[in-house]
């Protein structure tokens, strides 16, 4: 569901949408919301039109996207209220100063920034030994880092555990979509599925368990294969479309050898700039 076409969709007909995405039941969110059952049943058959305080009440207990509450807010007759600007926008200065300040003081360990569809935004220098022996149609923008990453001929043939990490890829872009109801990350993740996988490591060594805190990233180089894990970061409360949908990739190393690597890959890039 896009902003577009949600906008030309009857607000009642948007919000019953978003709740039974959320799987409630009327009487459960119209007791988050503060209403009566029969009140929000109204809205969502038009019987009644909601105000803006109400529609922004039940847009945030339903964790709708500032995106998607635009629409809403439009399909319900009023302005939209979130501003979208994009990232290289005046306004914007603020921001993009401090993603540049996150992806150059993470390095030499590599960071990236990505949009809501994971097309690369920004990258810090040390994401290009990541991409190595990639095929050049898939590092043309707009760069999608999913696609790239799992596409056979992507980097997918140097990840040691590309079925685990494929799985742990496929689950996180189906939440995504569930949340966002997004048909470009479902179209992406049909793709994403339709691309072959390993049955498992095949470095010959005994895996790592992590606990189940994080999923490893095992990636072979010309020095060895190296082991990653990543965090992800988002803009807190923000009220822009635009940083409400921007993430932060960071990744580490998960031991002193794979430490040791990227610090060397980065100082020849350093060598190499110079």
Request: aromatic share 6%; net charge neutral; no cysteine.
């Amino acid at each position: 569901m896009t902003s577009a076409v949600s906008a030309r969709k009857p607000f009642g007909a948007q919000i019953r949408e978003w709740r039974q995405r959320r799987h409630l039941s009327q009487m459960d969110l119209a007791a988050q919301a503060g209403m009566s059952t029969r009140h929000l049943s109204f809205l969502e058959t038009g019987r009644s039109h909601p105000s803006r305080a109400m529609l922004l009440r039940l847009a945030e207990r339903l964790s709708v996207p500032l995106r998607e509450r635009n629409a809403l807010l439009i399909a319900a007759g009023f302005a939209p209220m979130y501003s979208m600007h994009s990232l290289s926008d005046p306004a914007m200065s603020s921001a993009r100063s401090a993603v540049d300040l996150i992806l150059n003081g993470h390095e030499p360990f590599p960071a990236m920034l990505v949009d809501r569809h994971w097309n690369l935004v920004a990258s810090n220098r040390a994401m290009a030994p990541m991409l190595e022996g990639a095929d050049p149609s898939l590092l043309t923008p707009p760069l999608n880092v999913l696609r790239v990453t799992l596409h056979p001929k992507g980097v997918a043939p140097r990840i040691v555990n590309l079925a685990e990490i494929r799985e742990h890829v496929l689950d996180r872009l189906q939440r995504e979509f569930e949340l966002t109801a997004d048909e470009k990350l479902r179209a992406l993740l049909e793709e994403l599925r339709s691309y072959p996988g390993n049955e498992g490591d095949t470095s010959g060594e005994e895996p790592v368990s992590y606990g189940g805190v994080v999923v490893p990233l095992k990636l072979r180089t010309p020095a060895g294969v190296i082991t990653l894990f990543s965090t992800t970061t988002v803009f807190g409360t923000p009220t822009e479309v635009t940083l409400s949908e921007l993430m932060l990739e960071a990744f580490y190393p998960a031991d002193e050898f794979s430490a040791s690597v990227l610090r060397q890959a980065a100082a020849s890039t350093a060598t190499a700039d110079t």
